[in-house]
């Protein structure tokens, strides 16, 4: 069965840090892979997308995630941690047509 | 344009009642989902509709909740009977066309549903 796991469910970084969320995924056949944020109260919120164009995929508010077939993973990363990016992260596979797995979450906490 | 939304932001029920979740997707998206987020998990796939069926409801946890969509467009998911294990956040998503490589998700905000 296809599965993803989010290694640590609360991170913690300084401001103007690395930021570095982990996913690793299981799955059969070649995977679209998905990073998502949640705001409190709001709804998920598409950060990137990995759909086997090329492996290093960048997104929105300097996010980037890079794909390794040989590690199973698609970590995400931000050169450096702003405050406004604490809140939840999710990871996402989507190994068939249409129907997402979701890691259980890492909770981003940025320190000033 | 206007995103996903869902109403009403927030239910309380009673152990043993009936509930309506109501989920508006983006116009034109004829793919519409419906998952579950309960405390400290990521959301679990529910159902899935292609346009007015259900092509998938194999996330349903049992016969007492049904989705419906009979325009198309506005869904309804229907919770019988309900249990305090009911409790999570119910979230909607659509997207314009479902298994392209670049057909995306967006998600409404959900339904926070507690039932007592």
């Known amino acids: 069965a296809q599965s993803v796991t989010q290694l640590g469910s609360h991170v913690s970084v300084s401001e103007g840090a690395l930021v570095l969320l982990r996913c690793n995924y299981s799955?059969?056949?070649?995977?679209?892979l998905f990073w998502y944020v949640q705001y409190p109260n709001q709804g998920l919120q598409l950060l990137l997308k990995?759909?086997?164009?090329?492996?290093l995929v960048k997104g929105i508010n300097g996010f980037e995630a890079e794909f390794k077939k040989s590690e199973t993973s698609f970590h995400l990363t931000k050169p450096s941690a702003h405050m406004s990016d604490a809140a939840e992260y999710f990871c996402?596979?989507?190994?068939?047509?249409?129907?997402?797995?979701f890691g259980t979450g890492t909770r981003l906490k940025v320190l000033a | 344009g206007a995103g996903v939304s869902q109403t009403p932001s927030n239910k309380v029920t009673e152990k043993g009642k009936y509930v309506e979740l109501r989920c508006d997707p983006i116009?034109?998206?004829?793919?519409l989902y419906w998952y579950r987020q309960s405390l400290g998990q990521g959301p679990e796939f529910l159902i899935y509709?292609?346009?007015?069926?259900?092509?998938?409801d194999s996330g349903l946890p049992n016969d007492r909740f049904f989705a419906v969509r009979p325009e198309g467009s506005v869904s309804t998911l229907k919770i019988q009977r309900t249990e305090r294990g009911d409790s999570a956040v119910y979230l909607c998503?659509?997207?314009?066309?479902?298994?392209?490589?670049?057909?995306?998700?967006?998600f409404g905000p959900g339904t926070r549903l507690t039932v007592l």
């Open positions: 998503a659509s997207s314009y066309y479902s298994g392209g490589s670049t057909d995306t998700q967006y």
């Open positions: 799955s059969s056949v070649p995977p679209y």
């Open positions: 990995y759909t086997s164009a090329a492996t």
């Open positions: 996402a596979v989507r190994p068939g047509t249409y129907k997402y797995i």
């Open positions: 116009s034109g998206h004829t793919a």
């Open positions: 509709f292609q346009g007015t069926g259900a092509a998938d």
